[in-house]
C-alpha cells in the first residue's frame, strides 16, 4: 500500500497569513494527488485535484502543486471559513485508495 | 443540483449485518464511479470501496476484504454497500462519493450515516 504522510498535523495561523501544507507518498504517485477540506461534523470537500488543478467553486487562494512524491497545498491568505482539517489522498493506485492523516488548522 | 444521501446506518451487534444504500440525483449516477469512504470517531479518512459505472471493477481497503460488498443500481440511481461480519472497529460515519472519470476523487459527498458495531 502506498503511505501518505502530511506535516504538519497541526497549526495555528492569523487571518491573512500564507499557509502550506506537505504532504509526501511512500512511492512516487505521478500526480494523482487530491485535497480535501473537512469542517467538523461535515463530509469533506476537495479542493485540489491532479495535484494542481483547482476544483469548480473553490477560492482562488487555494492553490496545489508536486508530482511523484512531494506535494503542497497553499492557502494564500487565510481566511476565517479555512478552518478544519485537511486531507491528501492518493488515486494512483488502488487498493486502497489513500488518505493522509490530516492537518487540523485553527485560527488565532 | 447534484445530491447523494445516504441511508442504513445504525446500531448492530459485532458479526451483525448492515446493508447502506446511496440515492443520488441531479446527475447521469451511470457516468460515473462511485465510492464508499468513512471515518471513525475522531480519526481521519478511509476508503472503503469503488465500484466502476458497469459494475464491472469492484476494488476493497484490505480491512473490509471478504466481509463487505458494493453494488448498484443504475436505473434507480443507486449505490449500495452490504456490510457483513461487523467488527467494533467497522464503527464510522460511512460516506458515498461521486468520482470523476480518470482522477480517483471525490467531488461530491452525502452527508454521511453512522455505524455503530457494539453488543
Known amino acids: 500500500d502506498i503511505q501518505m504522510t502530511q506535516s504538519p498535523s497541526s497549526l495555528s495561523a492569523s487571518v491573512g497569513d500564507r499557509v502550506t501544507i506537505t504532504c509526501r507518498a511512500s512511492q512516487s504517485i505521478s500526480n494523482y494527488l487530491n485535497w480535501y477540506q473537512q469542517e467538523p461534523g461535515k463530509a469533506p470537500k476537495v479542493l485540489i485535484f491532479a495535484a494542481s488543478s483547482l476544483q469548480s467553486g473553490v477560492p482562488s487562494r487555494f492553490s496545489g502543486s508536486g508530482s511523484g512524491t512531494d506535494f503542497t497545498l497553499t492557502i494564500s491568505s487565510l481566511q476565517p471559513e479555512d478552518f478544519g482539517t485537511y486531507y491528501c489522498?492518493?488515486?494512483?493506485?488502488?487498493?486502497?485508495?489513500?488518505f493522509g492523516q490530516g492537518t487540523k488548522v485553527e485560527i488565532k | 443540483q447534484v445530491q447523494l444521501v445516504e441511508s442504513g446506518g445504525g446500531l448492530v451487534k459485532p458479526g451483525g449485518s448492515l446493508r447502506l444504500s446511496c440515492t443520488v440525483s441531479g446527475f447521469t449516477f451511470g457516468d460515473y464511479y462511485m465510492s464508499w469512504i468513512r471515518q471513525a470517531p475522531g480519526k481521519g479518512l478511509e476508503w472503503v470501496s469503488y465500484i466502476s459505472t458497469t459494475s464491472s471493477t469492484k476494488k476493497y481497503a484490505d480491512s473490509v476484504k471478504g466481509r463487505f460488498t458494493i453494488s448498484r443500481d443504475n436505473a434507480e440511481n443507486s449505490l449500495f454497500l452490504q456490510m457483513d461480519s461487523l467488527r467494533a472497529e467497522d464503527t464510522a460515519v460511512y460516506y458515498c462519493a461521486r468520482n470523476p472519470p480518470s482522477w480517483g476523487y471525490g467531488d461530491y459527498w452525502g452527508q454521511g450515516t453512522p455505524v455503530t458495531v457494539s453488543s
Open positions: 489522498q492518493q488515486s494512483y493506485s488502488a487498493p486502497p485508495w489513500t
